[in-house]
Structure formats: C-alpha cells, structure tokens
C-alpha cells in the first residue's frame, strides 16, 4: 500500500539551512504538502506543490519535487529557534477516496 | 473566523464511559476528517465526510462512530472508550476545489484510565 517515509530527527545550528526529506508512493498525487507541528498544538499548513512542478520558493521555504525518484524535500533557510517543531509531509491519494497520507513527521530542534 | 475548533480540549474518561466529541468550522468547507495522533505513529484517519449527511471509515474506524447532521459540524464518538483510544485526536477539513489543502484545529487530548 501507500506510504509516506521521513527520517525521525533532525539538527541544525541557528542561521544554518534545514533540509527535511521524505519519500512517497502514490505516484499519480497531485498535490503533496508538508505541515508543521508545535507543541499541543494543530498541524499548520505551511506549503503544497503541485506534482507537475519541480520547485516551489515561498520566502524562507523552498519545495523540491522529484517525481522519478518519488522524492520530496523542504529547505528552510536561516532557521531559527521558532523553527523548532515536527515536520510533516502528506500525499493525497487520487484513487477516488480523496484521503490523505502523512508520515511519521521529523523532529527539527534548532541550537540557540 | 474562528478556522476549525475542537471541543473539549482535554478529557479523562473511565473505561466503559462514553463522550463525544465536537468538530466545527467556518469555512463552509464540504469535507471533514478525523485522525488520531499516537506516538511514533504519525496521523491516522479515523473517519471522513464528503458532505452533510454522508460519513465513510478510514484507517481506524473501530470503537468510534460520527455524524455530519449539519455541514458546519463534524462529531467523533466513543460508546465504550478503551485504553487504547488513550490519544490526541485531531478533526481538520477541506474545500471541494484546489489544492484540496487540509486545516485543522487544535486537537482533543484523550486519556482512558
């Protein structure tokens, strides 16, 4: 079945770029999304891409997509301590049920 | 616009006790889901509604049951709670166009002692 895969944690220093990534199944998506959660609360949508687009920039946030590999990566540019959250991304399933699939999310901590 | 609310936002439950719990949002979205949110586990979907009056299961159906009466409100169910339905649960919802992109609320901590 569909599945949605990202590493579990990730580092980075204050100033510093964060490369989150993620692998996914569904190679007929449409749309794929990455989500950020902070502590208790909602996930927040931060940005989508369209599956015929390679790139997507929307200030600090830069989406690539790279259909053949099945692959999805988000960059934040000079991350900073408010940063720090689990990071989702999902797929939506264009099988006819229109559900969506997350992954396990990515734990991003920003050192002060 | 309040976006999509959730209420209660925590609640401890005896097992064998019943609660429901409401989804409401403004945004005459026509879709509406509900996942829980276990660690280690990432989302999963409970059950969804295409529209008022429809419901249909997802991943993890068993032990809850919803009902979509009005557009605006989604409500998730537990006739028996469990242990195991110990969680945080999550309603979100979306429009019927676009990039069918999801807004959720702030989520219900669930514990079943």
């Known amino acids: 079945g569909e599945d949605v895969e990202q590493s579990l944690f990730l580092s980075v220093r204050e100033g510093d770029s964060s490369v989150i990534n993620c692998t996914y199944t569904?190679?007929?998506?449409?749309?794929l999304y990455w989500y950020k959660q902070e502590p208790g609360a909602g996930l927040q949508l931060l940005t989508y891409?369209?599956?015929?687009?390679d790139m997507k920039q929307d200030q600090r946030l830069t989406v690539l997509l790279n259909k053949k590999d099945k692959h999805l990566s988000l960059r934040i540019a000079d991350t900073q301590t408010g940063d720090s959250a689990i990071y989702f991304c999902?797929?939506?399933?264009?099988?006819?049920?229109?559900?969506?699939?997350f992954g396990t999310g990515t734990r991003l901590k920003v050192l002060a | 616009n309040a976006g999509v609310t959730q209420t209660p936002k925590f609640r401890v439950l005896k097992t064998g006790q019943s609660m429901t719990l409401l989804c409401a949002q403004d945004?005459?979205?026509?879709?509406m889901y509900w996942y829980r949110q276990d660690p280690g586990m990432g989302l999963r979907l409970i059950h969804y509604?295409?529209?008022?009056?429809?419901?249909a299961k997802g991943e993890v159906p068993d032990g809850y049951n919803v009902s979509r009466l009005k557009k605006q409100n989604f409500l998730l169910g537990l006739e028996s709670a469990a242990p195991s339905q110990t969680s945080v649960y999550f309603c979100?919802?979306?429009?019927?166009?676009?990039?069918?992109?999801?807004?959720f609320g702030p989520g219900t901590r669930l514990t079943v002692t």
């Open positions: 979100a919802s979306r429009r019927d166009r676009g990039a069918y992109e999801q807004y």
């Open positions: 569904d190679s007929s998506s449409t749309y």
């Open positions: 945004m005459n979205h026509e879709y």
């Open positions: 509604s295409v529209g008022e009056g429809t419901t």
């Open positions: 999902a797929e939506i399933e264009t099988s006819g049920t229109y559900k969506y699939i």
């Open positions: 891409i369209f599956s015929n687009m």
